[in-house]
């Protein structure tokens, strides 16, 4: 169940249908691999064959974008609705928490993560937090090692994109605990409030790149690529 943009793959699922998948492919002990795909990404993917590599041979690739929700209409798709990574992340952890899958926290500034545990069990008081580390730590064997003993069942990894799927493809067969594994970016911050995201409505209506550019003007050039990404899928559906 996926449709492919410009030679990059997208799941069409929702997120019951992820958390339904993976719940299966957990009791088979496959593990999982879930990455946000977003027309910026897409297009770095037409210069990069590495992250094309990433993204496609993940487990989930979630349209975090609204640019990819338009390039399915554009083209006819059946991607129905946008699965981002935050709101992935917190389904995540309402699963975890659900299922007594215990979960860990790789990345970002030491009292950030924290923060983020520490409200993250104020909403899942029952979630089984193995462990956390910041993503200044350098010592990665160490660390691996570590995760592994917790007995981690999904892990976060929030060192940015590519980094943070680098790391989980170059640690994933050393991880055999672990399930489930997700690359999640900036979500850190926003679990523990020093990043607010965009108003409900901005959300609803797939607007969050707006309100971000309104915050931040200098995010224009990054936005440039929506426009892009969509002018390329149309040229492609013409030559096809």
Do not use: C
């Amino acid at each position: 169940m996926k449709e492919t943009y410009l030679g990059v793959d997208v799941s069409l699922l929702t997120y019951e249908g992820i958390i339904n998948d993976l719940e299966n492919r957990i009791q088979r002990e496959e593990q999982s691999t879930i990455i946000a795909v977003n027309p910026e990404k897409i297009i770095t993917a037409q210069k990069d064959a590495t992250v094309k590599k990433l993204i496609n041979n993940a487990t989930y690739q979630i349209a975090d974008g609204v640019g990819v929700l338009l390039a399915s209409k554009l083209k006819g798709g059946n991607l129905k609705s946008r699965v981002t990574g935050v709101d992935m992340m917190a389904t995540l952890l309402a699963f975890a928490a659900n299922k007594q899958h215990s979960v860990y926290f790789y990345g970002a500034k030491e009292e950030t993560v924290k923060l983020a545990i520490n409200n993250i069990q104020q909403e899942h008081p029952s979630i089984q937090v193995a462990g956390y580390t910041n993503g200044y730590d350098k010592d990665e064997a160490t660390l691996v090692e570590k995760i592994q003993a917790s007995g981690a069942k999904i892990l976060f990894v929030a060192l940015g994109s590519p980094k943070q799927e680098l790391w989980i493809e170059r640690n994933m067969a050393k991880l055999s605990n672990v399930k489930v594994f997700q690359g999640v970016g900036g979500s850190f911050d926003v679990f523990s409030g020093t990043v607010k995201r965009a108003p409900a409505i901005f959300r609803k209506l797939g607007l969050e790149w707006l309100y971000r550019l309104i915050a931040s003007p200098s995010r224009l050039k990054r936005q440039l690529n929506l426009p892009i990404f969509l002018f390329r899928v149309l040229k492609e559906k013409k030559t096809k």
